[in-house]
Nanobody, 125 residues
C-alpha cells in the first residue's frame, strides 16, 4: 500500500517560516515527479510546487515564487517544502503528491496518482 505522510504544518505569524516534509512508503518515486498542492476553505485545490525525477528542475506557482523552495531526497523517498515570508493568504491544507506517470516537474494535478492526507498551515496576520 502506497502512503504519503505529511508533517510540519502549524500556526505561524505573517512573515514567518514553516518547513513541510512528506515521507513516501510502499513504492519509490525515483524517476517520477513529486509536488505540493494546497486547498483553502471554499476554494479549489491549487498547485504550489513540483520537482522532477532528478531533483534538479522545479516549478512554482507565481504566488509562491521567491518565497517557497521545494526539494527532495531521492534515496529517502521524501519531498520537502520550505516556506518563508508566509502571508495570511498562504493559509490552507497542504498536500504532497507523487506521480506514477511523468518524470518532469508538472503542475497538472491529474498526473499525480498518489496523495497524502494533508497538513494544515495557518498564517495569522
Amino acid at each position: 500500500q502506497v502512503q504519503l505522510v505529511e508533517s510540519g504544518g502549524g500556526l505561524v505569524q505573517a512573515g514567518g517560516s514553516l518547513s513541510l516534509s512528506c515521507a513516501a512508503s510502499g513504492r519509490t518515486f525515483a524517476g517520477n515527479s513529486m509536488g505540493w498542492f494546497r486547498q483553502a476553505p471554499g476554494k479549489e485545490r491549487q498547485f504550489v510546487a513540483s520537482i522532477d525525477w532528478s531533483a534538479r528542475r522545479t516549478s512554482y506557482a507565481e504566488s509562491v515564487k521567491g518565497r517557497f523552495t521545494i526539494s527532495r531526497d531521492i534515496a529517502k523517498n521524501t519531498v520537502s517544502l520550505q516556506m518563508n515570508s508566509l502571508k495570511p493568504e498562504d493559509t490552507a491544507v497542504y498536500y504532497c503528491a507523487g506521480s506514477s506517470e511523468v518524470p518532469y516537474a508538472t503542475e497538472v494535478a491529474d498526473l499525480y496518482a498518489y496523495w497524502g492526507q494533508g497538513t494544515q498551515v495557518t498564517v495569522s496576520s
